[in-house]
């Protein structure tokens, strides 16, 4: 994976946040706080996953176009096309 | 354009599903039915999206990952990547 | 429904771009191009949806909350947490 | 809040799985697989979301908008406006 560190880095980041919303509730925070920190935790998975297909693109989806093998061709591009619909449903 | 066809009478339905909306809104239709509406056009518009995309990777796309022009290839790669970031913003 | 005529507007007009973007299928203009069109429409129908609700808190949410029946007060709490929840998957 | 306990416990289980995942890109796991496991967290977070929302309209807003503080009203009705067009933007 392309910025491997840099990508495991906001993970880390992330995994802090949702916590620090655990605490948030645990001290009976205002509910419409926990969200707004919810959609920040939100926004920011946004940002990986955007990261991560960047890199895929450049990558993998690259070298299995430029390939000769139709099905491996093939998947990549349904894989790309099936995480693009999902990304409408969450 | 790939299935163009069928992309353009989905288009065209839709279009016609937002005006039966504001046919709704005159007749004073509970609002949270006029939302569902609107929820149900958003759902239909994810699906032209994501069609019309599946035929872009299979077609430009593949086109300009497996040609030589570089720039080109990068044009297309980052095209992606920016309808995908996009798409989690609305 | 309250500002009636302002939201009227807003879906006359968004059934309009919708048109549009079938003449630019038709125009077989760049796929990325008519993607990003359509994340247009969806970015409007979603300020719709915001302008509908917050209507519809301000009114029949509130003489719903405010009256006698329970019953009835727990169909629009109902309807507002269902539009939210559907919204996360459109 | 409401629910309280179920809503932190759900917290943890995300915060568990958001490192797993670094744990699986640390592991060179293919992207794709990578991005549908952020998106299961995206939608374990929606369902917080939509559960916390859900206690704060039957509690806090029912609560305010009873009330006859017609500030405090306002302001509760404008926090559940705020959150869902936020949510459509995430």
Known sequence: ?????????????IAGHVKGIDGMVHKDAYCIDVIKQIQAVQAALNKVTTQI??????????TAVRGE????RERVLKDVADVFEMSSKV
Chains 1, 2, 3, 4 share one sequence.
Do not use: F, Q, V
């Open 69 to 72: 093998d139709a099905n491996e």
């Open 53 to 62: 297909l960047e890199g895929h693109l450049h990558s993998c989806l690259t």
């Open 1 to 13: 994976m392309e910025k491997r560190e840099e990508i495991s880095g906001r993970l880390k980041s």
